[in-house]
């Protein structure tokens, strides 16, 4: 393995945990025009302090429910060198199940809340547990088979498979991998879909670096007959991807705001 190789796979799991921590300050800021206000003269965004968080407060450099979703994969990943789908599961609900530092009266709604529990102040002082691993959690209490959320389509489907593409890339069970992580926690088609597509363009700048038509090489990799694990969204996430194409001169926010889904 070259040395470029191995510092891209480094890069890619190191930069997507440094990059949680460093926006979790800001996270979930949905009132754009408060964010906007309060950032306006800032030379740096990173690390924001003291936090600005609406939902939950960290102390400073601690990951977002994203990046300790990242952590245990990759955790998971290190300790059975390679990926062992009911140690990730287990090392999940360890980490995030109510023995855990996750468990607080607002997280614990797989369980029936008291008029008190849902009395909530915000931000709370801890981490917030989502939905994917709130329902993970109840699947898994509920001992069923499946224990990824078929209703969850978040993009935990994108993080979660950072740390198993840069270890599998270029490897031919690089997305068999990547679904199962996806829906050990997410079972949703869309979620496996979006998912897998993002391994692909992962995969291929890890492989390749920084490369200008990496995008186009997905589409043309989610438009072939050939393709592996193929999904039946494929074909309507590579027409998402070229409109997105048509639009990457555009200012980034206005093109956020135009794609974003409520």
Not at 211 to 216: G, I, T, Y
């Amino acid at each position: 393995m070259s040395s470029a190789l191995q510092s891209r796979r480094i890069a890619a799991v190191v930069g997507a945990l440094v990059a949680d921590a460093a926006a979790q300050p800001i996270h979930w800021n949905y009132k754009v025009d408060k964010l906007d206000a309060m950032l306006k003269n800032a030379e740096e965004v990173a690390f924001w302090e003291p936090s600005a968080n609406p939902f939950y407060k960290l102390p400073l450099g601690n990951q977002s429910c994203y990046g300790d979703q990242s952590f245990v994969v990759l955790k998971s990943l290190v300790e059975n060198k390679g990926l062992c789908v009911e140690h990730l599961k287990n090392s999940t609900f360890e980490w995030f199940g109510p023995k855990s530092k996750y468990e607080n009266p607002t997280n614990a709604v797989y369980k029936i809340k008291t008029d008190a529990e849902k009395a909530t102040t915000y931000p709370i002082d801890g981490p917030w547990r989502h939905f994917s691993i709130k329902d993970f959690i109840r699947n898994v209490l509920e001992e069923k088979p499946t224990t990824g959320s078929e209703k969850d389509e978040q993009m935990d489907c994108t993080l979660r498979i950072v740390s198993v593409v840069a270890l599998y890339a270029g490897r031919p069970e690089m997305l068999d991998r990547a679904e199962e992580v996806i829906r050990s926690t997410q079972n949703s088609d869309t979620s496996v879909a979006v998912g897998l597509a993002a391994a692909r363009l992962l995969e291929y700048y890890i492989l390749n670096g920084v490369m200008e038509n990496a995008v186009e090489h997905v589409i043309e990799d989610l438009t072939n007959q050939n393709r592996a694990n193929a999904q039946d969204l494929d074909k309507a996430l590579a027409s998402f991807l070229r409109e997105v194409l048509r639009k990457k001169d555009e200012p980034h926010i206005k093109t956020a705001r135009t794609f974003r889904i409520d």
